[in-house]
Every structure is written in C-alpha cells, then in structure tokens.
C-alpha cells in the first residue's frame, strides 16, 4: 500500500485555526462502520449513538506548555526549544530551533532568569539534551514562562490555554493534545455517565511524532517515532466486563486506540499496562480491543488517516473524506468530529 494512496485534496480555509464554543457545538459525522453509511450531527448529539453498558476510553494526559525561548548566555540571540521526552527530573530531549547556535556546552536564560539550561548531548537525530535549573518547581515555572506547542498548521494565536486540554487531562507529559477529547465538556460527560455508559481513563503522552509526514513510499517501511503510555488495572477491569457483558469499547481518539491496541491481550482479556510503545497501525490491521473510534479529521498521507483507513476501511474513509470536504468540515486539531460505530 502506497503512502500516496491516503492522499486528499483539502482547501487550506478548511483548517481550523481555532476551536468552537461551547466545546460540543462542533460537527458530527458518524459512519456506519459495516456499511460507510454518513450522518450529520452535532457532536453532542453523541450520546445517541451509546449504549448503556458501553464505555468510553480517554486519554487523560495533559499537555505541556512546552514550547519556550531562551536567550543565549554571552549573547543575544534566541532559541525555540521544545521539550519532547522526560530524561530525568530537569533533564529533557528537546527540539531546537536553530540548531547550529545549541553546542554541547552552550547555556541559555528562560523567562527572564527563572530559568536556565545547558545542552549536554546532541542526539542522532539532531535533538538536544538540555539539562535546566530553576529556582521554583520545575513544572510551575514551565507553566508561568511556557506557550503551548500548537501545530505548525494553526497560525493563529491561542488566547485561552485550557482550550488545548480536555476537560478531564490530569497527567502532565504531551507535547500535543489528543485532541478528540477536546469536543467533549463535563456536562456532556455526566449526561453519557447517567444514561449507563461508564467511562475509563488511559495514558498516552502524545509526541510531536505524531504530526511528523510519513517520507516512504511504501506504508510497511514507515518507523513510528515511541510514545509513553499506561493502562492501569481499574480500566482494564471495566474493559474485559464490557465486553463480557456484551457491550461495547469506544476508543476517544487514536491515541487511545494505540494504547489500547498496544496492551496484550491474554484469553480474550485486556491486561494492564505501562510502557513505550510504536504501534504502527494501517489497512490490513486486526484490532483486539475497540469496537468504535471517536476521532477528528486528519491530516493527507499520515500515520492517524491510515489507523482509521484501518478500522473503518479504506475506501470507506476516503469518500467520508471527500465529503467532509464537500460539506465543508472543519479538519485537523481544533476542527470537527467523526465517530466510526
């Protein structure tokens, strides 16, 4: 299968450069998984479509203000640095922008002073090991000096934070959002709750990997980039007695459906989980664990437009595409919904 083969064209207005208000006023498609057949929605009208006895898998990471500037010491030129991996406690693998002014050896003043940081190690692939030092706790003086690291596609400025977390992120570590959970607000949440639909949590820190293009010809040649995640027992629990009881397992998100995708499965039951994963999932996949996917529209020729080829079906996908271009959708992080059922 060719990486040209998820090719689409995609009017470059259809890019959403800011999110919706309220959260779940966005659009809905909803496929019918078995058949393609499309809907037109509005995404809190979600709660149709469970079931009671269904559950929801979110992933409730949180994601770093990790994109900060610093100015180099002796001097008065300015880094982009952005913190990719945890190594140790200040210590982190950064994306540096330019690279050629971040030497081992070179130190740099974030925030005016709160903070500094000296390069330790060049990595292979051109990524910086960046040591810091502040006076105040490592993540408090992120959140006072850090900007969000939006994707390169939105250009517009995020005047609110908090609308690049979901409603119910809590663990600190992703450079991006998982951005299906974004449509969701607390009170959809408690309407889906009270009609009988539980509700489980995953972990997966999402890496800038995950917007990196796929440079192969060839789909199977492509190496995912790794990506930290957990399945606690308590959401392992909730997913074997769904599906015991004949209910079923919806994804939030492709990051979710890779955690979930990527945990073993012993006699039919999903165990808990904590680890890295690379799952590279594309058409010819057979999935373990989900029933339905929650997801947004994504980008031509990437690795989250194959996953859901995968689940879906190829053909299926492309012409939803098409349409979703058509009806004029809104695309990618802060754009609209499909929920594939």
């Not at 496929?31 to 509005?42: F, S």
């Not at 850090?146 to 992120?169: A, C, F, N």
Request: proline share 5%.
């Amino acid at each position: 299968m060719k990486t040209s083969d998820f090719y689409y064209e995609l009017p470059q207005e259809l890019i959403a450069q800011h999110p919706v208000e309220p959260r779940d006023s966005s659009r809905l498609m909803v496929m019918d998984r078995a058949t393609g057949a499309l809907e037109h929605r509005i995404f809190r009208d979600i709660i149709d479509y469970l079931n009671p006895g269904d559950c929801l898998i979110v992933n409730d990471s949180r994601v770093l203000p990790a994109r900060i500037f610093g100015v180099k010491e002796g001097g008065d030129s300015v880094n982009e640095f952005l913190l990719l991996i945890q190594k140790k406690q200040k210590v982190w693998e950064c994306l540096t922008k330019p690279g050629k002014r971040a030497k081992v050896g070179s130190r740099f003043v974030f925030g005016e002073g709160l903070m500094t940081g000296e390069v330790t190690e060049v990595c292979e692939d051109g990524n910086r090991i960046v040591s810091f030092e502040c006076g105040d706790e490592f993540f408090s003086v992120l959140d006072r000096i850090g900007q969000m690291p939006l994707p390169p596609y939105i250009t517009e400025k995020l005047e609110d934070k908090e609308r690049y977390q979901t409603v119910y992120s809590r663990e600190l570590g992703s450079a991006a959002a998982p951005t299906a959970g974004l449509h969701f607000t607390n009170e959809l949440l408690d309407r889906i709750r009270a009609k009988g639909v539980n509700i489980g949590y995953v972990t997966l820190h999402v890496g800038l990997g995950t917007f990196r293009p796929v440079k192969v010809d060839d789909v199977t040649n492509h190496v995912m980039h790794s990506e930290h995640y957990c399945l606690p027992k308590e959401t392992a629990d909730l997913i074997n007695k769904t599906h015991a009881n004949g209910g079923r397992v919806i994804s939030v998100g492709t990051t979710s459906c890779r955690t979930l995708e990527s945990c073993p499965v012993v006699d039919g039951n999903i165990q808990p989980a904590d680890g890295w994963t690379q799952i590279f999932i594309y058409p010819g996949y057979s999935f373990k664990v989900i029933d339905g996917l929650i997801t947004n529209f994504h980008l031509p020729e990437s690795t989250l437009i194959m996953l859901v080829s995968a689940f879906a079906g190829f053909d299926n996908v492309m012409d939803a595409y098409k349409t979703a271009v058509d009806e004029r959708y809104r695309f990618f992080s802060f754009g609209d919904a499909m929920a594939i059922l």
